[in-house]
């Protein structure tokens, strides 16, 4: 199984940034796409954003403009930077991957097709 880790979470005001840094294993082999997930208390957990191989990216409505999810393969490394930080981002963020090209080809960004998970890392953001 892949192995991920996630760094880089912390905590800052409203309108502040923040880059997150997910570490995986060498062996990517078969992964066909990378995201990046949080969960808030008390509630489901969320895709926020995927890349798949082909560096197409995904991103749902509430952080268009603001988040930017990149790669480096090279580094075996995928990255989230945020800006424009609202209280309504703290949740803690986890990165996941998948070899199932569902996660490509289906609208939305589904947790239930992702089957390696990182341990998160807490964000929060204060007004």
């Known amino acids: 199984q892949l192995q991920l880790m996630e760094s880089g979470g912390g905590s800052v005001q409203s309108g502040g940034s923040l880059t997150l840094s997910c570490l995986y294993s060498?062996?990517?082999?078969?992964?066909?796409?990378w995201g990046w997930f949080r969960q808030a208390p008390g509630k489901e957990r969320e895709g926020v954003t995927s890349?798949?191989?082909?560096?197409?990216?995904r991103y749902i409505d509430s952080v268009k403009g603001r988040f930017t999810i990149s790669q480096d393969n090279a580094k075996n490394t995928l990255y989230l930077q945020m800006n424009s930080l609202k209280p309504e981002d703290t949740a803690r963020y986890y990165c996941?991957?998948?070899?199932?090209?569902?996660?490509?080809?289906?609208?939305?960004?589904?947790?239930?097709?992702?089957?390696?998970w990182g341990q998160g890392t807490q964000v929060t953001v204060s007004s």
């Open positions: 060498e062996n990517s082999y078969g992964n066909y796409c």
């Open positions: 996941a991957a998948t070899g199932d090209i569902r996660c490509s080809i289906e609208s939305g960004i589904r947790p239930r097709v992702f089957g390696s």
């Open positions: 890349i798949d191989r082909h560096e197409t990216p």
